[in-house]
């Protein structure tokens, strides 16, 4: 994706809609890349880029988590956290019929269905994130408490 081009999306509209000062930020997606990818190319710790996960519970029960770029989700502790039995990733296909998103491109702003969303609580104290903007390549860059704001996620720990 060229700098000079970046798409409308679901993500970028909400974005803009809700006066969310954010900066778009493109960069050449590598299949499989993830993070690291992003990371290298904006030239940004990884720890700041946040990962939109969509995740499942025993009863197909779809939920978004938020995690920092190099760090994993405990499903165990989440799991505990929301009283289930066990907490697992959505296939892509059933990630994107709940988001309308790619996986690669999953943001957790302008989802196709609204989803509890759940946000490691280390984030918030970052001067700033990058959060994928709803397509493989782009992210949008801004203050957590934008993030927080808009989302208002549940903060958990559930970081490993």
Request: positive net charge; aromatic residues 4%.
């Amino acid at each position: 994706m060229s700098k000079d081009k970046i798409p409308v999306t679901p993500a970028l509209l909400m974005l803009r809609k809700n006066q969310v000062d954010f900066i778009p930020r493109s960069y050449k997606y590598e299949e499989h890349g993830g993070t690291r990818v992003s990371a290298r190319e904006l030239g940004i710790p990884e720890h700041r880029i946040i990962k939109t996960l969509v995740m499942e519970d025993e009863h197909k029960l779809p939920l978004i988590i938020l995690m920092h770029g190099d760090k994993e989700v405990s499903t165990k502790a989440l799991a505990r956290i929301l009283g289930v039995k066990s907490i697992h990733p959505c296939d892509p296909k059933t990630a994107e019929k709940h988001t309308g998103y790619r996986v690669g491109g999953t943001s957790p702003f302008g989802t196709k269905k609204i989803l509890p969303i759940y946000m490691e609580e280390t984030i918030a104290s970052l001067p700033c994130v990058l959060i994928n903007a709803g397509s493989r390549g782009l992210l949008a860059e801004m203050p957590p408490s934008e993030l927080i704001r808009v989302l208002q996620p549940v903060p958990v720990q559930v970081a490993i």
